[in-house]
């Protein structure tokens, strides 16, 4: 059974960064291409940012140059960097595989982006 476990999120001020962690149990990792997802109030969820088995990345307009993913597949763990933050990056964030995505999406992690 999947298990995605993320972790990391916060209360950060205009300008600040955090680091996400993804923590995947029941999957051979190091095959799944990997992204981070984001939800805000009321609007869907859109990817952030991916990584492919090779390292590969591909971000959203919206952070690139502000964000950073990464993966150790050694620890079955995929990372977010977020630098640079602003208060429209406030959502909750997830990871999953990237399409398709697999069923159970873990409780995501809190990103609070205010002064």
């Known amino acids: 059974q999947v298990q995605l476990v993320e972790s990391g999120g916060g209360l950060v001020q205009p300008g600040g960064s955090l680091r996400l962690s993804c923590a995947a149990s029941?999957?051979?990792?190091?095959?799944?291409?990997m992204a981070w997802y984001r939800q805000a109030p009321g609007k869907q969820r859109e990817l952030v940012a991916r990584?492919?088995?090779?390292?590969?990345?591909n971000y959203a307009d919206a952070v690139k140059g502000r964000f950073t993913i990464s993966r150790d597949n050694a620890k079955n763990t995929v990372y977010l960097q977020m630098n640079s933050l602003k208060p429209e990056d406030t959502a909750v964030y997830f990871c999953n595989r990237v399409s398709p995505v697999f069923p159970s999406w873990g409780q995501g992690t809190q990103v609070t982006v205010s002064s």
């Open positions: 990584i492919t088995t090779g390292g590969s990345t």
């Open positions: 029941g999957i051979i990792f190091s095959v799944n291409a």
